[in-house]
């Protein structure tokens, strides 16, 4: 893995033409905003820094598509020196073939200078497209890559590719997936995660990172979309009701607008265990954060105070009540090991606390 920045942020580029994506996909992943609101959203038009505070920083610099970012004149080090990864957006509602002339001078460009940059593509719009047609596409582009790619001699070039929409569950699961890969403890992480599956027969278990409803690792167990998909929409449903309830700490404080202290320090931490359909689901908070950075939209979402990694096990119904307590037990001790993991989450909790 190559989370490599000198501050030690993993950091994340995302780039493509106007009006391919790439404000809506950091509206929504980042931001909370609803999907079909992005219509209204300005086009990216310079340079964007965000950072995103979380138990890790990664950053996304949204590209406006028209800058030629291999002009001379323009700083290439010091924006590729300390990216982990690439994301490229293709609009496969639209023309696409300019798009992957682009996306290939980048990667040629960048193939020297910086050949540990992971190159990741999202087919982004498939929500629009047939069945037959988003596979056409998609395999179309993946060619049209590769094939130009080893004709400059680049054979097996390190891209990845994924269909990506907005308005379904695909763009988290593709963000996920390109996170995962510049976290050097994963494979530490889904070791813990397969052994807490194991002792407690739990079925799949996600570490989530509460606010992007990006998970950072799960057991290696297969993965299929449903899982991810009740897991986030459990994720909602604990959102909404602590929103209700005030729960778990700290609330906004009222009309400026203006965040609450972070953490309650006495507060537990959030455990629930509920079913939803044959599946018995649960869900507790590992740690929290500090207080969010600044949001530069000012956004809602980016100044509540709970902000949090959670541990969600999904698993079947067999006697869940006696297997609560083994659960919390074993999640415990799973809790134990994930700080020795990060001792950067740890202290962002005892901030947190201190705060
Ligand atoms: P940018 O110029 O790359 O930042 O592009 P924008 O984020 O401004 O998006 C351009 C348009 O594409 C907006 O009208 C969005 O609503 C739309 N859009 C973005 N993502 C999706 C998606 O996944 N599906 C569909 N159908 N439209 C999208």
Same mark, same amino acid.
């Given at each position: 893995?190559?989370?490599?920045?000198?501050?030690?942020?993993?950091?994340?580029?995302?780039?493509?033409?106007?009006?391919?994506?790439?404000?809506?996909?950091?509206?929504?992943?980042?931001?909370?905003?609803?999907?079909?609101?992005?219509?209204?959203?300005?086009?990216?038009?310079?340079?964007?820094?965000?950072?995103?505070?979380?138990?890790?920083?990664?950053?996304?610099?949204?590209?406006?598509?028209?800058?030629?970012?291999?002009?001379?004149?323009?700083?290439?080090?010091?924006?590729?020196?300390?990216?982990?990864?690439?994301?490229?957006?293709?609009?496969?509602?639209?023309?696409?073939?300019?798009?992957?002339?682009?996306?290939?001078?980048?990667?040629?460009?960048?193939?020297?200078?910086?050949?540990?940059?992971?190159?990741?593509?999202?087919?982004?719009?498939?929500?629009?497209?047939?069945?037959?047609?988003?596979?056409?596409?998609?395999?179309?582009?993946?060619?049209?890559?590769?094939?130009?790619?080893?004709?400059?001699?680049?054979?097996?070039?390190?891209?990845?590719?994924?269909?990506?929409?907005?308005?379904?569950?695909?763009?988290?699961?593709?963000?996920?997936?390109?996170?995962?890969?510049?976290?050097?403890?994963?494979?530490?992480?889904?070791?813990?995660?397969?052994?807490?599956?194991?002792?407690?027969?739990?079925?799949?278990?996600?570490?989530?990172?509460?606010?992007?409803?990006?998970?950072?690792?799960?057991?290696?167990?297969?993965?299929?979309?449903?899982?991810?998909?009740?897991?986030? *929409? !459990?994720?909602?449903? +604990?959102?909404?009701?602590?929103?209700?309830?005030?729960? @778990? =700490?700290? $609330?906004?404080?009222?009309?400026?607008?203006?965040?609450?202290?972070?953490?309650?320090?006495?507060?537990?931490?959030?455990?629930?265990?509920?079913?939803?359909?044959?599946?018995?689901?649960?869900?507790?908070?590992?740690?929290?954060?500090?207080?969010?950075?600044?949001?530069?939209?000012?956004?809602?979402?980016?100044?509540?105070?709970?902000?949090?990694?959670?541990?969600?096990?999904?698993?079947?119904?067999?006697?869940?009540?006696?297997?609560?307590?083994?659960? *919390? !037990?074993?999640?415990? +001790?799973?809790?134990?090991?994930?700080?020795?993991?990060? @001792? =950067?989450? $740890?202290?962002?909790?005892?901030?947190?606390?201190?705060?």
């Amino acid at each position: 893995p190559n989370s490599k920045a000198g501050d030690g942020k993993p950091r994340l580029l995302l780039m493509g033409q106007r009006r391919s994506g790439k404000s809506s996909i950091s509206s929504v992943v980042f931001h909370k905003l609803p999907p079909s609101e992005t219509l209204y959203l300005e086009t990216t038009t310079r340079i964007k820094k965000e950072s995103m505070h979380s138990f890790m920083d990664f950053q996304v610099w949204d590209f406006p598509g028209h800058l030629d970012y291999f002009d001379p004149a323009f700083d290439v080090d010091n924006i590729f020196e300390e990216i982990g990864a690439l994301i490229w957006v293709i609009d496969a509602q639209d023309e696409y073939l300019e798009a992957i002339m682009r996306l290939n001078t980048t990667i040629l460009n960048l193939q020297h200078s910086y050949p540990n940059i992971n190159v990741e593509v999202f087919v982004h719009k498939v929500d629009g497209l047939s069945e037959d047609y988003k596979g056409d596409t998609f395999r179309d582009i993946i060619q049209r890559v590769q094939d130009e790619l080893s004709d400059h001699g680049y054979e097996n070039a390190p891209v990845s590719f994924y269909q990506t929409s907005i308005y379904d569950h695909s763009i988290f699961e593709a963000f996920s997936k390109v996170i995962q890969k510049l976290i050097p403890q994963l494979p530490t992480l889904e070791a813990l995660l397969n052994s807490l599956c194991s002792t407690c027969h739990i079925e799949k278990a996600y570490l989530f990172d509460i606010m992007s409803k990006i998970y950072i690792a799960t057991d290696t167990s297969p993965t299929d979309i449903g899982s991810y998909e009740i897991c986030s *929409d !459990y994720i909602d449903v +604990v959102i909404d009701v602590s929103e209700i309830y005030g729960w @778990p =700490r700290g $609330e906004q404080n009222g009309d400026d607008g203006s965040p609450a202290e972070t953490g309650n320090n006495d507060a537990e931490s959030l455990i629930t265990m509920e079913r939803k359909g044959n599946n018995y689901l649960y869900l507790r908070e590992i740690n929290k954060y500090v207080n969010p950075r600044e949001c530069p939209r000012e956004c809602k979402w980016c100044q509540r105070p709970d902000r949090y990694l959670a541990l969600i096990c999904l698993m079947g119904d067999d006697s869940p009540a006696e297997k609560k307590a083994v659960i *919390d !037990y074993n999640v415990g +001790v799973f809790q134990a090991a994930l700080k020795q993991v990060f @001792p =950067r989450a $740890e202290r962002d909790a005892v901030e947190a606390q201190t705060a």
